[in-house]
């Protein structure tokens, strides 16, 4: 008896050892069930939770973003992950806080889809490198206001351009050059760095609201017309409605028509481009028994009274002093009735250069407008002049180093010889040295047809497409109008 009491004792013992090693067993598996089902759980909703895996397009955030075929986001939700809308819209935020073309790279990730908004640029890393250099954009810390803008060297930034040329209704056939079949981008994507500071990038908004009220006038030859394009094409990218934008004489823009006054409606300012090859008048005169065309060096182009009153005036002239009959000087140049039988190009210049000083000095209150006079933008003709088979069609990338030549050179010192000698304040805006960089930047062969509807065989090695190295001077200019505003 007592030996079965013991067994079932024994018995009984190791059935609640076997309960009590099946139950910690239980535990520990369910405690290590429920610490490994949290690890792998997410914190937040996995349709927030949203990782971008593509570099964004644009090295530096862009202030004004481009009008582009615009890939968005909409109502991300458990059922459906990535709503795509692939309609183009204009971007709401015209303030400039992000990258148009970012977005565009990332949504195009996520969808799936090709890129297809902006070309993209398979660009030769060794030769672009070499240019950027290996120095920091930050430059050595001084400021804006002490920083030589016009020495630098150019950048490769896939966040350029600031516009294209099919989002711009601006630009005119011989700088459209997207536009005329050029097949390469890669002259769009280049930014300017001065040696010495980081220069803002343009915020086209603010630049609207530095001209608020007021009038922006470009005077001068073609060349200025392409800065005036350019600066249209950099402010309609902010403007909310681009039907209040409009040509106060209802003009379209063709190269025919040289005058232009556009209003932009909710800023109650006008952008004006007045065209005057020489800055002083053109004429005729009796040489002989001929009327020959003249060039009245000692009177202002009769325009001029279209330019007073102006809030910005952006003057300019050099490219037509650079022709035959200029430079030649036989019968051409005028003073009073006298016609001089020859007379020294450079020796005219400067004439011509104090006749405008003096009229701004006697018309122009310094109180109310800013003048600039814009330096000469250098030509790249290789092979022989614009008429005798010059041409600059190889160029795809900046030039290494460059100087500029002895006529420009020049032209720019006696331009800021009298400038020094005015009364009237007068900022030297200079852009050659950047410029002369810039080989690949003109429309060479894809600067459109003539009016007769053909090509004529000439290259464009004198102007710039657009977008292009215009918008860099026109960021220079933004640059002088906000250091008068914060210095004043």
Avoid at 318 to 333: D, L, M, P
Avoid at 362 to 387: D, M
Avoid at 391 to 404: D, G, I, W
Wanted: charged share 20%; with cysteine; hydrophobic share 30%.
């Amino acid at each position: 008896m007592l030996m079965e009491r013991q067994k079932s004792f024994t018995v009984k013992s190791t059935s609640f050892v076997a309960l009590s090693l099946a139950i910690s067993s239980s535990l520990v598996f369910f405690t290590v069930f429920s610490l490994w089902a949290l690890s792998s759980t997410p914190l937040v909703p996995p349709e927030i939770n949203l990782r971008f895996n593509s570099t964004p397009i644009a090295p530096v955030s862009s202030p004004n973003p481009i009008v582009t075929p615009h890939f968005t986001t909409r109502n991300i939700s458990s059922k459906t992950p990535f709503l795509i809308d692939t309609h183009i819209t204009k971007p709401d935020n015209t303030s400039g806080s992000s990258s148009a073309q970012g977005a565009v790279r990332r949504n195009q990730v996520l969808s799936g889809k090709p890129r297809s908004a902006v070309p993209e640029i398979k660009k030769p890393s060794d030769e672009i490198g070499a240019l950027n250099g290996q120095k920091g954009d930050e430059g050595d810390g001084i400021s804006l206001r002490h920083c030589d803008l016009g020495k630098g060297r150019w950048v490769y930034d896939e966040s350029y351009p600031l516009y294209t040329n099919w989002s711009c209704p601006f630009i005119d056939e011989g700088f459209n050059c997207g536009g005329n079949g050029r097949p390469d981008v890669g002259y769009m994507k280049w930014r300017w760095q001065p040696h010495d500071c980081r220069i803002p990038r343009f915020n086209a908004t603010e630049m609207l609201e530095l001209i608020r009220g007021k009038r922006l006038v470009f005077v001068g030859d073609s060349i200025n017309r392409n800065q005036w394009e350019s600066m249209m094409c950099m402010l309609i990218g902010a403007v909310k409605d681009p039907k209040k934008v409009y040509e106060t004489h209802r003009r379209r823009i063709t190269k025919e028509n040289g005058n232009y006054c556009f209003r932009f409606v909710d800023y109650q300012c006008t952008v004006e481009y007045y065209v005057t090859h020489f800055l002083v008048h053109e004429s005729k005169a009796r040489v002989g028994q001929k009327r020959v065309p003249t060039l009245r060096i000692d009177a202002i182009d009769r325009g001029s009274s279209r330019w007073r009153g102006a809030d910005i005036l952006v003057f300019n002239t050099a490219h037509w002093w650079s022709h035959y009959k200029t430079k030649a000087g036989v019968n051409y140049y005028q003073e009073g009735n006298q016609v001089h039988p020859k007379l020294d190009v450079s020796t005219a210049f400067r004439k011509a250069l104090t006749t405008w000083a003096s009229w701004v000095d006697k018309r122009i209150n310094p109180r109310k407008t800013r003048v600039f006079f814009r330096s000469s933008a250098p030509s790249h003709f290789s092979g022989g002049e614009w008429n005798s088979g010059g041409h600059c069609r190889e160029a795809k990338l900046p030039l290494n180093s460059t100087s500029s030549s002895g006529y420009t050179f020049e032209k720019n010192s006696i331009v800021e010889e009298v400038v020094k000698s005015m009364r009237t304040p007068v900022t030297f805006l200079n852009i050659t040295g950047l410029s002369s960089y810039r080989i690949d930047a003109h429309p060479s062969a894809f600067g459109g047809r003539s009016r007769k509807g053909r090509s004529s065989g000439i290259e464009d090695c004198s102007h710039w497409c657009l977008p292009g190295v215009p918008d860099t001077w026109n960021e220079l200019l933004y640059i002088h109008l906000q250091r008068h505003r914060n210095y004043q």
